[in-house]
């Protein structure tokens, strides 16, 4: 990995990403259940569409956690062929979660 060269730092910065990325999909996981909850309760359009925001949000999060852990278990021998595979993926997911929330604000 790029960071692995800034020693002790860069492995600390790898391993603080991997705990901020189990954070964000615990919460979101919350979240999902949270709006999946409501939905059943109130079957409103709006509470639809939180439940695909957060569903890509999701998604996005688990892929993002799984290219910062891949290169630790399998390390690459160069990583910037492989660098553009997660932020194309990570973009498509974002795109789809924002396109969700424009159309529960927009009705």
Same mark, same amino acid.
């Given at each position: 990995?790029? &960071?692995?060269?800034?020693?002790?730092?860069?492995?600390?910065?790898?391993?603080?990403?991997?705990?901020?990325?189990?954070?964000?999909?615990?919460?979101?996981?919350?979240?999902?259940?949270?709006?999946?909850?409501?939905?059943?309760?109130?079957?409103?359009? +709006?509470?639809?569409?939180?439940?695909? +925001?957060?569903?890509?949000?999701?998604?996005?999060? =688990?892929?993002?956690?799984?290219? =910062?852990?891949?290169? =630790?278990?399998?390390? +690459?021998?160069?990583?910037?062929?492989?660098?553009?595979?997660?932020?194309? &993926?990570?973009?498509? &997911?974002?795109?789809?979660?924002?396109?969700?929330? &424009?159309?529960?604000?927009?009705?």
């Amino acid at each position: 990995m790029v &960071l692995v060269g800034y020693g002790q730092l860069g492995v600390t910065i790898i391993y603080l990403g991997i705990i901020v990325g189990i954070a964000n999909i615990c919460l979101l996981a919350v979240l999902l259940k949270s709006f999946m909850e409501t939905y059943r309760d109130i079957e409103c359009r +709006f509470d639809s569409g939180f439940l695909y +925001f957060s569903t890509f949000l999701l998604l996005q999060n =688990i892929i993002s956690l799984m290219f =910062i852990i891949l290169p =630790i278990l399998l390390p +690459f021998q160069n990583i910037t062929e492989w660098s553009e595979i997660p932020l194309i &993926l990570i973009n498509l &997911l974002q795109l789809a979660a924002l396109i969700s929330l &424009l159309k529960i604000i927009r009705g």
